[in-house]
């Protein structure tokens, strides 16, 4: 039996677990529960996952959730299956798991007032203060994760690591919709940028484009 993916659309966290099961090529059947019907509050939900929050995936007799937990088990239980997620000698595995709790701790926070702005603000009470700082915040980060580029990809080869910062920089693409006049690719360094087209550019990362922003 497939697995299942417990997917929300737009949530980065689902979409690097999904990025990760397609670069394994990974057979999984994807049940999309809608935030705004409240789908992940549904009894039968929170009884596979009590803190009610996608990704959450069912692998036979196994539930599984926290994206980094589940991406880890993918590469563990699949070790046959695609390119490892985590290549490489002991050093270079720490260092995509460096890079993946970076850019949860500090990426992902970076994006936070940019978000906050965009989606959880009515455009007359936007503050321009807040969204400048989110915006050089956002620029230090690319920076950073620019000096930490190896080659064409974070940790060298693609890896756990790419699929967790792709979804938080594509996501800088969608606040385009609400900020009028924002650019988001003026973040991002010609390096960082080159790197987002080499990912947009992987033959599966279509198919994991959030449902909602294909409608939009
Ligand atoms: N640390 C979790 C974060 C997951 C998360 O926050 N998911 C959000 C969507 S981005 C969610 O499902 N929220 C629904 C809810 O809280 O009911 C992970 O890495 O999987």
Same mark, same amino acid.
Request: net charge neutral; glycine share 6%.
């Given at each position: 039996?497939?697995?299942?993916?417990?997917?929300?659309?737009?949530?980065?966290?689902?979409?690097?677990?999904q990025?990760?099961l397609?670069h394994k090529?990974?057979?999984?059947d994807?049940?999309v529960l809608?935030?705004?019907?409240?789908?992940?509050?549904?009894?039968?939900?929170?009884?596979?996952?009590?803190?009610?929050?996608?990704?959450?995936?069912?692998?036979? *007799? /196994?539930v $599984? @959730?926290e994206?980094? &937990?589940?991406?880890?088990?993918?590469?563990?239980?699949? !070790? #046959?299956?695609?390119?490892?997620?985590?290549?490489?000698?002991?050093?270079?595995?720490?260092?995509?798991r460096?890079?993946?709790?970076?850019?949860d701790?500090?990426?992902d926070?970076?994006?936070?007032?940019?978000?906050?702005?965009?989606?959880?603000?009515?455009?007359?009470?936007?503050?321009?203060?807040?969204?400048?700082?989110?915006?050089?915040?956002?620029?230090?980060?690319?920076?950073?994760?620019?000096?930490?580029?190896?080659?064409?990809?974070?940790?060298?080869?693609?890896?756990?690591? *790419? /699929?967790? $910062? @792709?979804?938080?920089? &594509?996501?800088?693409?969608?606040?385009?919709?609400?900020? !009028? #006049?924002?650019?988001?690719?003026?973040?991002l360094?010609?390096?960082?940028?080159?790197?987002?087209a080499?990912?947009?550019?992987?033959?599966?990362?279509?198919?994991?484009?959030?449902p909602?922003?294909?409608a939009?």
């Open positions: 039996m497939a697995l299942t993916l417990y997917y929300g659309s737009g949530s980065p966290y689902a979409w690097r677990v990025l990760a397609e090529a990974i057979p999984y994807r049940k809608s935030f705004s019907a409240g789908d992940t509050r549904k009894p039968e939900f929170v009884a596979l996952n009590p803190r009610h929050r996608v990704p959450t995936i069912v692998d036979g *007799d /196994f $599984l @959730y994206s980094n &937990a589940i991406v880890e088990y993918l590469d563990d239980a699949y !070790p #046959g299956r695609g390119a490892p997620l985590f290549p490489g000698d002991a050093r270079q595995r720490a260092t995509i460096r890079l993946v709790s970076e850019i701790n500090y990426f926070k970076a994006t936070d007032p940019l978000a906050d702005e965009a989606f959880h603000t009515k455009p007359e009470a936007r503050d321009k203060d807040k969204l400048a700082k989110g915006i050089e915040a956002v620029k230090e980060e690319s920076a950073l994760f620019t000096r930490y580029l190896a080659g064409d990809f974070l940790a060298g080869p693609l890896s756990a690591a *790419d /699929f967790a $910062l @792709y979804p938080m920089v &594509a996501f800088l693409k969608r606040c385009e919709i609400k900020l !009028p #006049g924002f650019d988001s690719n003026a973040l360094t010609p390096a960082l940028l080159g790197w987002k080499r990912i947009e550019a992987l033959p599966y990362l279509d198919k994991t484009i959030p909602h922003w294909r939009a």
